[in-house]
């Protein structure tokens, strides 16, 4: 084939690619509308991480509190600044009319940032869990530095904030970051108290509905999901608490499936590898059998 020939042929596929009405692309539409960057999301994490965990990331800042303050208040400015924006590009994702969106987007970027202290504060009983629950953690600072499970959970708990003041699109994209990053897939809408705790991580799954306690801690390949769903007279499945309940003080060990709105007691051990979608009381040990010898 020739290069006229070539070129022909990319003629012909961009005018069936560039039809926006044809049942081929039904569930695909024309986007017209503002998205949030990702550039610009990877950007704002960074300073949220900055001023969460000052000194681990970014430029060193001197050990002095005037020269921390000065820092924390050019990283919070920042954040407004990123943020506004991408709550701007997000409210606009799917609206109608942007017109009075700019100052929507001013209010949230406050009320998220009012919101810092405490997810600090959530992240520091978060990073002492994880170090008093693995033997392997040396330090604080290990923890924060080095382990996935601080940065999934920072971002899910960023997000959740941002969910909760009816962000569209935005909290989303900050789990799926995370996910992308490591390998854990916590919704934005999940409800998740203090003290939390993840070991290893890898191939965690926690839906939207999901409401976990203080003090729990979960292991690699842990999911709490869904076990079915009701559906609209359309046919498309509706947005109803259908994920566990996890009271506080329980362990969940890997590659255990917790499903349905079942509630988990508190004090409460889950082994591995098991498939669970009933209700456990509390101080319940639910183990695996184990076979009997012939």
Same mark, same amino acid.
């Given at each position: ?8 042929q ?12 044809? #049942? ?34 970014g ?13 924390m ?20 994702? !799917? ?20 919101e810092?202290p ?7 009983? #978060? ?46 994209t ?10 854990? #897939?916590?919704?934005?809408?999940? !409800? ?24 729990v801690?979960l ?14 007279? !359309?046919?498309?499945?509706? #947005? ?55």
């Amino acid at each position: 084939m020739n290069r006229e020939e070539a070129l022909e042929q990319i003629k012909k596929n961009v005018e069936r690619l560039a039809v926006f009405d044809s #049942d081929d692309y039904k569930y695909i539409p024309l986007h017209q509308k503002p998205s949030p960057s990702a550039a610009a999301v990877r950007k704002f994490m960074r300073l949220v991480q900055m001023v969460v965990f000052p000194g681990f990331f970014g430029p060193k800042q001197e050990a002095q509190f005037d020269s921390i303050q000065y820092y924390m208040g050019v990283y919070l400015e920042q954040i407004y600044e990123l943020l506004h924006e991408e709550l701007y590009n997000s409210l606009c994702f !799917e609206a109608e009319a942007c017109s009075d969106t700019r100052g929507k987007a001013s209010h949230i970027a406050i009320s998220f940032i009012n919101e810092i202290p405490n997810i600090k504060h959530l992240l520091s009983t #978060d990073v002492k869990a994880m170090l008093d629950g693995d033997p392997a953690a040396n330090t604080v600072s290990e923890v924060i530095f080095c382990y996935p499970a601080t940065l999934a959970i920072l971002y899910q708990r960023v997000a959740h904030v941002l969910f909760k003041l009816d962000v569209p699109v935005l909290p989303r994209t900050i789990t799926e970051m995370a996910h992308s990053l490591t390998g854990i #897939d916590i919704h934005p809408g999940a !409800e998740i108290g203090e003290y939390f705790s993840i070991d290893h991580g890898t191939g965690i799954v926690i839906g939207q509905t999901t409401v976990i306690g203080h003090h729990v801690r979960l292991y690699q390949g842990v999911t709490l999901g869904a076990k079915s769903f009701k559906y609209n007279d !359309e046919g498309l499945p509706i #947005d109803v608490p259908r994920h566990p309940i996890i009271e506080d003080n329980v362990i969940i060990y890997s590659n255990t499936s917790v499903l349905g709105r079942i509630t988990i007691g508190r004090n409460s051990l889950i082994g591995g590898n098991i498939w669970l979608t009933y209700d456990v009381p509390p101080n319940s040990k639910i183990l695996q059998s184990r076979a009997s010898k012939g």
